[in-house]
Structure formats: structure tokens, C-alpha cells
């Protein structure tokens, strides 16, 4: 018995002799760790949880050629709350008040979804809690001084993160070629091409791992962001609109697929409206994709002005010598070429056969004279950069197909069809810029989209200090160039279209369109017009593509003339008609905006204002030289009358209002009107004009 005690009590002592043993090694373990350890695995926790996050800086904006904003960034906020902050007094007064607060801002939710949401984040310490993504400014200055969250930071824990979004004033105008760039996608057009410059410098801020996400350990940033660039475009809005309008107009009438118009200025190269339409299934016209720069094709008979080109330059034929078109008809090697008035005429002058777009005189022109030495009449051909890119700005351009001797597609049948516009493919940028480049008297320059980009102001990249003219043909030839596309409208297949407000000029294509390398039976075709006006002095020049019309009329004369026509005389009305001394400094009659702007303006323009200002917009009469603030109350629907888009939306959403806003330039129009009444969130329409 004695015994069995004494090893009961042996084995007692022995488990309790390793039990302390044990908590022996975990207490010295733990002194290790804390003490002896404790800066290394404090730095390797930091490590961890802490890390340097980006701050996106603020984008740049995109102009027009007068300013008008195309493409803005407006701030939006990411409101967050640190639950663990305030004091449990503190929360118990607050919270409800602080969840009625919240359902007013935000009525999608009720009160007691709030009060249930900050209890839920109370009750589990979350340090982090998400209250509402895309708040914007006006909502985020009532969520400041809602109870609780008015404490702050350090005693209310309210968390703001600011962020933007892009918009853009001018709408749906231009839409691919200003494009878009997001942190997910590279995006087209503009805002591709010029990110770099339009995104800034990204910041630096130090963020702590926890539950959810990432929130910032303090307010201070390591590195403070740089804003984005301005980019400064060629884009005219003006023009870009009636463009627009004339493209929707004729693709309604003609039913077609879809269609292109480039505006160009003469001299500068520099691209005023590019619009590309496409009907989707809705019956809405949409920019989807940037035809003008990235859709090739073969073009047809506007590519005679670049076989009228080579054969002037190397002095084959004249303006008015006679031509033996074989009643439009001729045989190249067991294929025939026709004209569309076959068997109407015998012979004609080369005028008569280039306004007529007889394909047999030009055929037979190129043929004959270049058959043995086919490069030479290239040569012409890639003195226009038909070969090669035009290089302009944003991506997206394919390199044009000019069919050549040494490729596998050439046959002797190439020849005579290249001379029409076939066997080549190329886009309607590419032409454009040939074309433009010989009725500006010979002087190719290449099209541009940009004409600066501006940091706070100050000019950092100059395009027009890069301009180059390359010569391309003589001025004689250019001459001769012109009294041949002016009499495409005076005598030949564009005379269907008269305009009692500007000469015109151009030339007609109405080309086939290959499918599966070969044309089919059912024909289709691309309606395409190149030209300028006025016709004797160039001061602008359009290029026209409509793409598969199908309401019978397939003529460029009845599908795309028209299209530029009306383009030409409305530009011509507005612009080239009533040009104005750029010289004479003209004072605005009535504007508004931020007085801070008008103070340059006035001292610019020798102005005094008579008022003593103390808001921060204002509207001015500076032929009287006064000035009044523009009154903002709550509640109350501010008069916006004049203002900048960007401007409007800022007073607007001060207001907590949702502005819509559609045309471009400055306010002219605003639903409700000024002095009504009005809640947060409600819809507020303003028309610019």
C-alpha cells in the first residue's frame, strides 16, 4: 500500500515538475519574443500590415481649339467610417442622429438600415467601414457636418478618400477620337495617346492591411501627386457638330451600315472634325469605332485626282486635250473596263473625262504611258506618302496597301484598275491628307489632332512649331488640280448638287466592295467624296465615306456629294464668310464665371469693374463694366445662365443637384428655372450653346 502511495505521489510530482518545466519554456519564450525580440517582429509586422500605396493624380483636361472643354475629370469621394474612434457616450448620443442624416443624404435606405449598418461596424471594431462609393463634392460637405461624423477623423472617425470621374461636356461629339483611358484599360483615341501627359505623376501615402482592405495611417502624404497636362486640340466644336449632324442625317436617308467625315484645314494640316457613325441595332447613331484613322478600303475614282497629279506633273496631257474613250469601253486583256455612261461618248477633253469620272480615259492614260514602267507612276503615288502612315496622333492607323510590281498580288490587269482607285487599299485620313496636300498649292503637310499641351499654363509641347511641308507636286499642277474639282460640280457627276454660298470642289468614288477577296453578285458599295472649298482659294478640305447604302442610291454623287456640300456651305457661313481681325481686341458683352478669371480678363482688356466682389462667381456686363455675384442659396436653383460647363456642374452639385447636361459652350439654357425651389438629388437640365 505504502508503495502504490509513493508511486501515485512520484508520478504527481513528475507531471507537475514538467508542467512548470513547460510553462517555464513558454514564459521565457514569450520574454524572447517581447523583449529580447521585440523590434524584429514588430518591423516584420509592419512590414506586413503596412506598405506605400499610389494616390492617382488629378487628369488633365482636353480642349477644344477655343477652349471648350471635351474631355474633364469631376471629384468624386469614397466615404468611409473607423468605428473604433469615438467613445461609446459619444456613439450612444450620436448614432441615431447620425443614421437619420444619413437616410436624408442617401433616401435610397432608411434610417434604421443605417443605425443597424453602425451598430453592426461598432460591435465588430471595424476600422474601415464603407458608407458610400462615388459621393459627390456637394454630398460630401453635408455628410461633414452630419452628428458624429462633424468630430472628424480623431474623434469621429470620418474618412474621406477623394477620387475622380471623366466626363465629358461635349457628349457623344467626337467621342472615339477623344477617347478614353482607365486604370483597367489603355483605352483609344486622346486620352491614350497623350496618358502620359494627361495622368500626371502618381503620389505616395502610407496604408495600414486591415479587415475589408487598405485604410491611410494618416492624413499627410510621403509624395504629394502632380496633376495631369491640358491637351489642346484642333477639334473646332462647332464644326464637329455640324458634321456629326450631316453624317447621322445621311446615314438615316440612305440606310447604310455606317460612314465617316474628316474636316481639315488647308494650310496647317490641322484636323477641325472627325466623326465616325455607326446605327446599331436600337436605331441609335454611335461612335464604336474610329473609321476614319483605322478603317482601309479601296477607294475608287477619288483616286483619279492622284493619276490627274501624275500625269500632269510628267506633262502627258492638258486640261483641254482630247481623249479617244472608245464610247467607255475598252478591253485589258480579256477583261473590260466600262464607264457607268457607256456608249455616250466617243471622245471628250480630260476636264470632261475627270468631271464625268470616265474610267477608261484614266485607265487608258496610266496604261499606255506607264505600262513599260509601272515604278514611275508609283513614284507620284509615294511622293503622296500613299505608302506609308500619316503618323497621325492616336493608334489605331493600319499601314496602307499600294499595290507594286515585286508583290505577289501584281498582274498586268494591276495597272489600268490601280489608275481607278482599285487593287489599293487605304484609309479615308490617308487620302485625305494626299489630296490635301495637292490643292494646297503642292505643299503636303501631315494632319494633326493636338496643337499644344499645357502644364498650369505654360506651353510644354508645341505642334505647331513642328509643322513640315513636303512639296509635292507643282503649283501649276496644283492650279490645274483645281479647275478640274471644281468642274466635277459645274459639268460633271457631281452637278446634281448646286450651293448659292460657296464654290465647290471635289471629286466622286463609288467603289465595290470585295468580300472574300472576289465581288459578288449582290453589290454593295462605299459612297465616298473627296474635296474642298472655296474652290479657287482652298480654306478647308472634307473627306466622305458612307459605307453600304441600301435605299436604292449608291452614287457618291447622290450619297456622299451632298453630305460635304452641306458641311462646306454651313463651315463656309459661319467661319471663312465672316472672318473677323484676330488683332482687334473685343470686350465680352455679357458672361459669367470665376471672378478670379475676370480679373485677368479686365486687366487684359483694360476693364475696370465697378462692384466690390466677395463670392466666387460672378456674372459681368463689361461694356458697363459691372459685376454681380451669382447667389447661391440652399435650396434655392441658382441662376447659371453664361457659365462654362464645368462651372455650372460645380455650382449645380454645391446645390447636392444631379446636372444633365447636353450641347456644348456655355449655358443658355437651364430646367427649373432660377429661384425655384429644389431638393438634393434632383435632376436639373442645362442646354450650352
Not at 455606317?258 to 446605327?279: D, F, P, Q, Y
Not at 507612276?377 to 507594286?404: C, Q, S, V
Not at 447622290?558 to 460635304?564: D, G, H, L, Q, R
Not at 451669382?630 to 462651372?647: E, Q, S
Request: aromatic share 8%; charged share 25%; hydrophobic share 35%.
Amino acid at each position: 500500500m505504502t508503495n502504490i502511495k509513493r508511486d501515485i505521489l512520484w508520478r504527481v510530482v513528475f507531471g507537475m515538475g514538467a508542467v512548470v518545466i513547460f510553462a517555464g519554456l513558454i514564459l521565457f519564450q514569450m520574454f524572447k519574443v517581447q523583449v529580447l525580440e521585440g523590434e524584429k517582429w514588430l518591423s516584420l509586422s509592419d512590414s506586413i500590415t503596412i506598405h506605400q500605396q499610389d494616390i492617382s493624380a488629378s487628369r488633365g483636361n482636353i480642349f477644344s481649339d477655343d477652349g471648350s472643354l471635351l474631355s474633364t475629370s469631376m471629384p468624386i469621394y469614397e466615404i468611409r467610417w473607423d468605428a473604433t474612434v469615438p467613445s461609446s457616450d459619444t456613439f450612444k448620443t450620436y448614432v441615431d442622429q447620425l443614421a437619420i442624416g444619413l437616410s436624408e443624404v442617401f433616401p435610397d435606405n432608411t434610417a434604421s438600415y443605417y443605425r443597424t449598418m453602425l451598430l453592426r461596424a461598432r460591435r465588430d471594431k471595424n476600422r474601415y467601414t464603407l458608407i458610400r462609393r462615388r459621393v459627390t463634392y456637394s454630398e460630401q460637405k453635408v455628410l461633414k457636418k452630419l452628428p458624429l461624423f462633424n468630430k472628424g477623423r480623431y474623434k469621429g472617425g470620418y474618412l474621406s478618400e477623394l477620387t475622380t470621374k471623366r466626363v465629358k461636356p461635349a457628349g457623344q461629339l467626337a467621342y472615339r477620337t477623344i477617347g478614353y483611358s482607365t486604370i483597367d484599360n489603355p483605352g483609344v483615341g486622346l486620352e491614350r495617346a497623350y496618358n502620359s501627359d494627361l495622368g500626371g505623376v502618381k503620389g505616395k501615402r502610407i496604408v495600414q492591411r486591415i479587415s475589408g482592405g487598405y485604410r491611410p495611417v494618416n492624413d499627410e502624404n510621403l509624395l504629394e501627386p502632380q496633376n495631369g497636362r491640358d491637351v489642346h486640340t484642333t477639334i473646332n466644336i462647332d464644326f464637329q457638330e455640324i458634321t456629326q449632324r450631316s453624317l447621322e442625317k445621311a446615314l438615316l436617308k440612305h440606310k447604310a451600315d455606317h460612314g465617316s467625315v474628316i474636316v481639315m484645314e488647308v494650310a496647317t494640316g490641322k484636323i477641325k472634325a472627325i466623326s465616325n457613325l455607326r446605327v446599331t441595332e436600337t436605331g441609335e447613331f454611335v461612335e464604336q469605332y474610329n473609321s476614319a484613322i483605322g478603317e482601309s478600303y479601296e477607294p475608287g475614282s477619288v483616286w483619279k485626282v492622284f493619276s490627274a497629279m501624275a500625269a500632269f506633273e510628267d506633262e502627258l496631257i492638258d486640261l483641254d486635250d482630247s481623249l479617244d474613250i472608245q464610247n467607255g469601253e475598252r478591253d485589258y486583256f480579256g477583261k473590260p473596263m466600262q464607264d457607268s455612261d457607256k456608249g455616250r461618248f466617243q471622245k471628250m477633253s480630260f476636264t470632261q473625262a475627270f468631271a464625268r469620272s470616265s474610267n477608261v480615259a484614266f485607265s487608258s492614260i496610266i496604261f499606255d504611258n506607264y505600262n513599260k514602267n509601272p515604278s514611275k507612276y508609283l513614284a507620284h503615288l509615294k511622293t503622296l506618302d500613299l505608302d506609308k502612315k500619316t503618323g497621325i496622333e492616336i493608334l489605331g492607323e493600319p499601314k496602307p496597301f499600294l499595290n507594286h510590281p515585286s508583290s505577289s498580288s501584281w498582274s498586268k490587269l494591276t495597272l489600268p484598275w490601280l489608275a481607278i482607285g482599285y487593287e489599293n487599299q487605304h484609309t479615308p485620313l490617308q487620302l485625305l491628307a494626299a489630296y490635301n496636300g495637292i490643292i494646297n498649292d503642292g505643299k503636303m503637310i501631315k494632319p494633326r489632332l493636338v496643337n499644344e499641351v499645357t502644364d498650369a499654363g505654360l506651353v510644354i509641347k508645341d505642334n505647331n512649331k513642328k509643322v513640315k511641308e513636303v512639296t509635292v507636286c507643282s503649283k501649276e499642277t496644283s492650279d490645274k488640280i483645281k479647275k478640274l474639282t471644281a468642274a466635277v460640280f459645274t459639268e460633271g457627276s457631281a452637278s446634281n448638287v448646286k450651293s448659292n454660298v460657296v464654290a465647290l470642289a471635289g471629286k466622286t468614288g463609288t467603289a465595290q466592295i470585295a468580300s472574300g477577296g472576289a465581288y459578288q453578285t449582290t453589290k454593295l458599295y462605299n459612297a465616298s467624296f473627296v474635296g474642298h472649298f472655296p474652290a479657287d482659294k482652298p480654306a478647308y478640305s472634307i473627306y466622305v465615306m458612307i459605307n453600304r447604302p441600301s435605299n436604292g442610291a449608291f452614287y457618291a454623287s447622290y450619297v456622299a456629294a451632298p453630305v460635304f456640300a452641306e458641311i462646306a456651305e454651313k463651315i463656309y457661313t459661319i467661319s471663312v464668310k465672316q472672318e473677323v481681325n484676330a488683332s482687334v481686341k473685343k470686350a465680352p458683352t455679357y458672361t459669367a464665371g470665376y471672378v478670379s478669371d475676370f480679373n485677368i480678363l479686365s486687366r487684359y482688356l483694360n476693364i475696370s469693374l465697378n462692384e466690390e466682389i466677395d463670392g466666387e462667381v460672378v456674372r459681368i456686363d463689361a461694356t458697363k463694366g459691372t459685376a454681380k455675384n451669382v447667389v447661391v442659396n440652399t435650396g434655392i436653383m441658382p441662376n447659371v445662365k453664361g457659365l462654362g460647363a464645368k462651372d455650372a456642374m460645380y455650382l449645380l452639385e454645391m446645390q447636392g443637384l444631379k446636372p444633365l447636361i447636353s450641347g456644348y459652350g456655355r449655358v443658355m439654357e437651364q430646367s427649373p428655372n432660377p429661384g425655384v425651389r429644389v431638393i438634393k438629388n434632383q435632376r436639373v437640365r442645362i442646354q450650352l450653346k
